[in-house]
């Protein structure tokens, strides 16, 4: 188990070393690698779970010591247990649909090769993160995604947008990674270890203030990574990257890599509420934001973005409320419905060269298996029975609901807060998820009529993610499954009967609204949104006015200051030593006797001022 | 010299002191003969470098050999009597900081004369040049190897001579103003280090560097002297690392020097200071640096951040990395001044990749200027993305390892040198420290922001609609075979120290521990 283990985290990385080495040319090859190291990873990982699920999720730990900073020991290693081996799983699972998926999508783009190497590196970097037994192993995985986000989705050199979007995507979670550094080494510190499991095993010993302030670090992190407010603006732009990526992002690696940390570490959450409240007010406000934006957005891509800001939102309140498996759940029925929406929406690009829906619209006929699987999906979004978003969001919306009358981690308000904002949420999710689909598969075709269709390894990875999009739900159904997997005392993921019935009534208003109107006035748009929500509140130029303006001033101001103040005396006391040594210096020849006589001079007064001194 | 003393000396020749004595008698011969032979060596002059500086390289790698596995003192070392009128003694050692820093310098010299048989800079005169280059080796790796306070001292002013000279006659338009600048600037510490190091022989009665660390009580010396030879000792290297704000002299000399130059200033110069302040500051001076420690966390921190938000508004791709550098190099002394091994041992890597990291970003500059004349960013023109792919590719990488990517040589440095300040020694006020410790990891994430700046203007500019109007070059190659053979063992180094920081930490580790042991008694 510990050989497959180092294997899964060794065969990624070595297909990503072979796919930086190729030249540019050699496509098929690039292609071969990217997907055949996957292939192998993906059967790796299954093999994986079935060891670790037959052990009942019992954590195996296999690690060797790489750096020594004098007390404190950095050792890379693998962390096996229910949680790793499910979430990596997912993460093989829709890599592998992503590479197989981009061979076709990517066939005439000349910079495929170095594609295909870069998200075998994002893929790797996930299951580091996933694999990792040790935080600063964590930390290297998590950054290296930022880095791989930067570089995807800047891929369009010649989209003038591409750039800055790349730049924001990794600055801003940079920013957040001030503080999930600084919360993996307060820890570290504190517990005189970086390996995960000695950190949890002495959560309890370890001083309640430290491991408060270093939960509320590390949630910093999680909010730049899983795109949570105030830090999510990054994400809805990151959409000018390839469509493939965006699914890659969205649905097995960054924005899904916070949600896993918080449950990796989760008993450290559990020390002191403060974190978890926190998070819980922030799920609440992003929840509310994405699914408000989502319903305002013309670009296909940006509505599903909206929609991950807003789901993944869900499961930072699963996270709040204290039951991370429901969390975990949501993470991986997620995973599979958002992969399906992101790669049916580029199938739709794909054929009409068209991003947004107001120049879309009847594609029903004309692309019958993308209509139906992005139905699927969509379906799954909404939560309507029995496809697996169902699920795993009322495991969500029941757990918030026990919460809020029983006991457990977190505190009752918040779980009140989250419970309330996720109902909400219910409704605006069936509205936005019902516009997309109406406005993209209904309705006139507009002109012109011709479409590019997309190759069978395009729909066929649409129907391959179709089966988990519609069964995944099961695995929730029972205790003895997932909740046992995971490791975390036979947590009950069943649907609850109040919560139920009051999201599926809300789920049909919003449903029921979007259509009436689509009756009504058929081909326009269903939502009249105003543009502060298409603007997403405005919160990208409130950020631009109170943080990029005011730095880039700043910067300017102390390149001046260091030019004219601490330079300028420096260059002032040159001149006046040089004028001095000048007229020592007549009887000189030469210029470089005068400047060393300049130097030996002024040297040798400071030294007499020193010594005096 | 007796009779005697010549049958000892000759006795004790094994070939591992031949070699520690021939990483600096080789580039002192090369630079000897590349300069009286000028004419005849003038052709041949970038071979005959390439030559010494491999020879020098091979030698210094072959003091690896007679370590003990957790050796933390010298395992190498010759002692003789060198000018006895004066006390000056000829002896030099090699122990887990020493070697490290020496590799570094044997290892950026030999790509330097490699680099030079593809890129040579006006006006010529290679074999002049070169000379220099070796001169220069002698410099820095004599004051690595150094263990006598006066001959540490002589060979950190050697190197001054040939970088002025680099800079002022190889350099760019404004080259003299730099190199004088650079001259009186390190010259004015380097005073003050002289006169730090009269102050410790006044107050010990010996310059011998093992001696005087022996314990780390001080060697005897009284709690004032000693904080005034650390405040002497710290300011003159301080200057040479550099620390904010005696940082100006930096960026002047690194836009106007030419590429080895900058490549060997930023790769190897800046650590002679750091390098010092270790082993005189931290080993011999324990008393003066606990009382100015916190001094130094807090002008390194300012480093850091001044250094990150300057880059942000440079123009010129050289200005940019030798501010870069200030931001670097803050974070080396915050490590050091935490007084812990964490701290020490985050400082001696980030030496190391600091080296490594920037060589390899002036070494790309360089080609970028050779290439089109310029290193001020907007007159690059667009496209250079599509037009140089490796060249590009390779910027892109470096930048990424500069700006601390984990996983890349970078990044450990910082980030324990940021879990050192978190917790200093016992004997430093905390909480400064941890405010600092949260300031340095700000400043590590303002260098990802000018980082991606610059590859924003320099890689990702897309085509100029009409590039011949704006007078950008055009017709000019990607990396060629000799220029990837100077950069390549530096990114696999970036790699590798990333991967495997063990590479360096584990020869640090155990000096660094037995001088923490000392220090703390």
């Given amino acids: ?203 309890g010993a370890l001083p309640r203030g430290t491991v408060a302030i270093a939960c509320l670090l590390l949630l910093a992190g999680v909010a730049g990574k899983s795109a949570q407010f105030p830090l999510h603006t990054w994400l809805p732009d990151a959409m000018v990257g390839p469509t493939p990526i965006s699914a890659l992002i969205h649905a097995a690696t960054m924005v899904a890599a916070g949600i896993f940390v918080v449950a990796r570490l989760f008993p450290l959450f559990l020390v002191d509420p403060l974190a978890l409240n926190v998070l819980g007010v922030i799920a609440a406000i992003t929840m509310l934001l994405g699914a408000l934006a989502a319903l305002a957005q013309d670009d296909l891509k940006r509505v599903l973005a909206w929609s991950t800001v807003s789901q993944i939102a869900y499961m930072s309140g699963g996270l709040a409320v204290g039951v991370p498996a429901a969390a975990v759940f949501h993470l991986l029925t997620h995973a599979a419905f958002k992969a ?98 109406l406005l993209t598969f209904f309705g006139p075709r507009p002109e012109p009529r011709t479409l590019r269709q997309p190759s069978p390894l395009m729909t066929g990875s649409l129907v391959v993610l179709a089966v988990p999009t519609v069964l995944l739900g099961i695995v929730g159904l029972r205790r003895e499954w997932l909740g046992t997997w995971l490791d975390v005392g036979h947590t009950a993921l069943g649907p609850t009967l109040a919560t139920t019935a009051l999201s599926l009534l809300l789920s049909f208003n919003g449903i029921g609204v979007v259509v009436l109107v689509w009756r009504r006035f058929p081909g326009a748009d269903p939502v009249p949104a105003p543009a502060v929500l298409a603007r997403a509140f405005y919160l990208d130029e409130i950020q631009s006015f109170l943080v990029v303006r005011p730095y880039r001033r700043l910067a300017q101001e102390i390149r001046d200051y260091d030019a004219r103040v601490v330079d300028g005396a420096v260059e002032g006391n040159g001149r006046v030593a040089m004028a001095l040594s000048s007229r020592l210096s007549r009887l000189q020849t030469g210029n470089v006797q005068t400047y060393a006589g300049a130097v030996l001079g002024a040297a040798v007064v400071l030294a007499v001022i020193a010594v005096l001194l | 010299m007796t009779g005697g003393e010549m049958e000892d000396v000759v006795a004790g020749v094994t070939t591992g002191r031949v070699l520690l004595v021939a990483v600096i008698a080789l580039p002192a011969l090369g630079a000897g003969v590349l300069a009286l032979r000028p004419a005849r060596f003038a052709r041949n002059a970038a071979s005959g470098a390439v030559a010494f500086s491999g020879l020098t390289m091979l030698a210094s790698l072959g003091l690896v050999m007679g370590r003990q596995s957790g050796a933390d003192r010298d395992w190498q070392s010759v002692d003789l009597s060198w000018v006895p009128a004066i006390g000056l003694r000829f002896h030099i050692g090699v122990d887990g900081i020493s070697l490290p820093l020496v590799l570094l310098t044997t290892v950026l010299t030999f790509l330097c004369a ?35 306070l006066l001959l540490f001292f002589v060979f950190f002013e050697i190197v001054l001579v040939p970088m002025y000279f680099l800079i002022a006659v190889w350099g760019g338009t404004a080259s003299r103003h730099a190199a004088t600048k650079f001259v009186l600037y390190t010259l004015l510490g380097s005073v003050l280090l002289l006169v730090g190091i009269l102050v410790i022989y006044a107050g010990a009665g010996t310059l011998d560097m093992g001696e005087l660390a022996q314990g780390g009580a001080g060697a005897g010396m009284a709690k004032s002297t000693q904080i005034l030879a650390f405040a002497l000792v710290f300011l003159g290297l301080a ?32 650590k002679m200071g750091t390098y010092g302040i270790v082993r005189i500051g931290i080993s011999i001076l324990p008393e003066g640096a606990r009382r100015l420690a916190p001094t130094m966390a807090v002008l390194a921190v300012a480093g850091i951040l001044v250094g990150a938000l300057c880059c942000y508004v440079q123009t010129d791709l050289k200005r940019l990395i030798a501010y870069s ?57 667009g496209g250079i993305g ?136």
């Avoid at chain 1, 192998?40 to 990982?45: D, G, I, M, P």
């Avoid at chain 1, 619209?361 to 978003?389: D, H, K, N, Q, Y």
């Avoid at chain 2, 060629?480 to 495997?500: H, Q, R, Y």
Wanted: charged share 10%; aromatic share 8%; proline share 4%.
């Fill in chain 1, 340 to 437: 399906l929406l992101f790669l049916a929406a580029g199938c739709v690009l794909y054929a009409t060269g068209q991003a947004l829906m107001s120049k879309m619209g009847g594609l029903r006929t004309a692309m019958p298996v993308t209509f139906v699987t992005m139905t699927l999906g969509l379906a799954a979004l909404i939560g309507i029975p029995p496809l697996s978003g169902f699920f795993s969001k009322e495991a969500l919306l029941g757990a918030a609901y026990e919460r809020v009358h029983g006991s457990g981690g977190g505190s009752a308000w918040v779980a009140l807060v989250v419970l309330l904002a996720g109902l909400a949420t219910v409704a605006l999710t069936g509205a936005y998820a019902t516009r997309l689909w």
């Fill in chain 2, 114 to 148: 490699l680099y030079t048989m593809h890129s040579m800079p006006a006006p010529g005169r290679p074999g002049t040049m070169l000379s220099l280059v070796l001169l220069l080796e002698v410099g820095m790796v004599g004051t690595f190897l150094a263990r006598d």
């Fill in chain 2, 386 to 521: 599509t037009r140089l792919p490796l060249l590009s590719g390779l910027l892109t990488f470096t930048a990424i390892a500069s700006l601390g990517l984990p996983g890349l040589a970078a990044f450990w440095g910082e980030a324990f040198a940021i879990a050192a300040a978190y917790r200093p020694d016992a004997g430093l006020a905390r909480m400064p420290y941890v405010v600092l410790a949260g300031l340095a990891a700000i400043g590590a994430a303002l260098a990802a922001a000018y980082f991606l700046r610059m590859l924003r203007i320099v890689v990702a500019r897309p085509p100029d609609a009409n590039p011949r109007a704006t007078g950008v070059r055009l017709a000019v190659a990607d990396v060629t075979p000799l220029e990837a053979a100077s950069w390549a063992p530096l990114v696999v180094l970036a790699l590798a120290i990333g991967l495997f920081p063990a590479l360096v930490l584990t020869w640090t580790g155990p000096a660094v521990d037995l001088l923490i042991r000392a220090y703390a008694g």
């Fill in chain 1, 1 to 203: 188990m510990r050989q497959i283990g180092w294997l899964l985290l060794v065969l990624p990385l070595l297909a990503v070393l072979t796919g930086f080495a190729l030249p540019s040319a050699a496509r098929r090859v690039a292609a071969l690698v990217a997907v055949g190291a996957l292939a192998v990873s993906t059967a790796l990982s299954v093999a994986l779970a079935f060891a670790v699920v037959g052990d009942h999720g019992k954590a195996v730990v296999s690690a060797a010591t790489i750096a020594r900073f004098g007390e404190l020991q950095v050792r890379a290693g693998v962390r096996l247990d229910g949680l790793a081996v499910v979430v990596a799983v997912a993460v093989c699972v829709v890599a592998l649909l992503v590479q197989i998926y981009s061979v076709a999508y990517l066939n005439d783009d000349e910079r495929y090769v170095r594609y295909a190497a870069e998200v075998s590196l994002f893929t790797a970097a996930m299951l580091i993160v996933v694999l990792a037994s040790d935080l600063i192993m964590l930390v290297v995985g998590w950054e290296t995604m930022g880095i791989c986000s930067y570089l995807l989705i800047g891929h369009y050199r010649h989209l003038p947008e591409a750039r800055p979007a790349a730049v924001k995507a990794f600055v801003v979670t940079r920013v957040g990674d001030i503080g999930f550094l600084l919360g993996v080494l307060v820890l570290g510190v504190g517990a005189g270890s970086f390996d995960i499991g000695r950190i949890l095993a002495e959560a």
């Fill in chain 2, 325 to 381: 550098s200030v931001g670097h190099m803050g974070f080396v002394l915050l490590g050091l001044s935490t007084l812990t091994a964490t701290g020490v041992q985050a400082a001696l890597i980030g030496n190391i990749a600091h080296g490594v990291i920037t060589g390899l970003l002036f070494f790309l500059v360089g080609g970028i200027k050779d290439r089109f004349g310029t290193s001020e960013m907007s007159d690059l023109g």
């Fill in chain 2, 239 to 270: 200057v040479k690392s550099p620390l904010w704000p005696l940082h100006t002299w930096l960026p002047d000399a690194h836009t106007e020097a030419p590429t080895v130059g900058s490549v060997l200033l930023a790769g190897v110069l800046l």
